[in-house]
């Protein structure tokens, strides 16, 4: 069978109760999404499971037929992979968790790999907590892009940066090929202090599902990336960056 079709706001949707509409939100966690019909001003709040939500073509919108992912991690180590494998070496994936630990934040730079004096650029950073009612990254890609659409998009979006992470890191490749080959499609790591229960801080890279259908990670242990120091913290949660870049 082949894979349902993604969907986001600007989706266009039909109800045999109201006819055509466009979603406006979506939430892949829970299965409600927002639609505004025709001339009305406000939107209608529809689940996918109980209110018979179709693509404009017909086809059923199935909610849960696989486990949505909560956050992009995945998917970008997967582009990271292939960029690498094409010379890009010096791009470099930072992750970790808001407050709440229930969404991660991502950030991708370039250039140099000092893990706390990172570059921002606009487009380059995310969290799970909005990729879930609109799954994409920013940088103008579509939802459910395969690898060679997110990175041809990048390309289009900031050829600027993609020329800035051209380059070799052998030592951060060796190490990110390691870690892709036990953690994808179900996992990703995180950057974040840890305790061993004696006080010391953990060496070990902590890692998480990308979805609930996927299971605790139970492989082997695996070593946070090159020049990453132990005692470093994660990035104080009052510090807003998404809102200032």
């Known amino acids: 069978m082949p894979p349902m079709k993604a969907i986001a706001p600007g989706t266009v949707v039909f109800q045999r109760h109201r006819g055509y509409g466009v979603l406006t939100s979506v939430n892949l966690l829970t299965g409600w ?7 009305e001003k406000q939107g209608v709040d529809l689940n996918l499971s109980t209110d018979a939500v179709q693509y404009a073509d017909g086809e059923p919108i199935l909610f849960r037929k696989q ?3 909560r956050t992009p ?5 997967a582009m990271m992979l292939q960029l690498h494998d094409a010379g ?8 970790w968790p808001r407050e709440s630990r229930l969404h991660w934040n991502w950030h991708l730079f370039t250039g ?7 570059g921002w650029r606009k487009g380059w950073y995310g969290s799970g907590h909005d990729y879930i009612f609109n799954p994409v990254m920013g940088w103008g890609d579509a939802p459910g892009a395969d690898t060679e659409a997110l990175i041809r998009a990048l ?3 900031d050829p600027e940066g993609m020329a800035s992470a051209y380059g070799e890191d052998e030592e951060h490749t060796l190490w990110f090929r390691r870690i892709c080959g036990h953690l994808l499609p179900g996992y990703m790591y995180s950057l974040e202090k840890r305790r061993n229960p004696d006080g010391s ?4 890279l902590p890692v998480y599902p990308v979805n609930r259908a996927v299971p605790e990670y139970d492989g082997p242990s695996l070593p946070c990336p090159p020049g990453w120091n132990k005692k470093y913290y994660t990035e ?3 510090r807003n960056y998404f809102s200032i870049l």
């Open 33 to 39: 999404v927002t639609a505004r019909f025709g001339d």
């Open 67 to 69: 486990a949505p992912d």
């Open 73 to 77: 991690h995945a998917r970008l180590m």
């Open 88 to 95: 890009y070496q010096r791009l470099y994936l930072y992750s």
């Open 112 to 118: 140099n790999r000092t893990w706390h004096q990172r």
């Open 155 to 157: 390309s289009r979006f």
């Open 201 to 204: 801080f953990s060496d070990v």
């Open 236 to 238: 104080p949660v009052t």
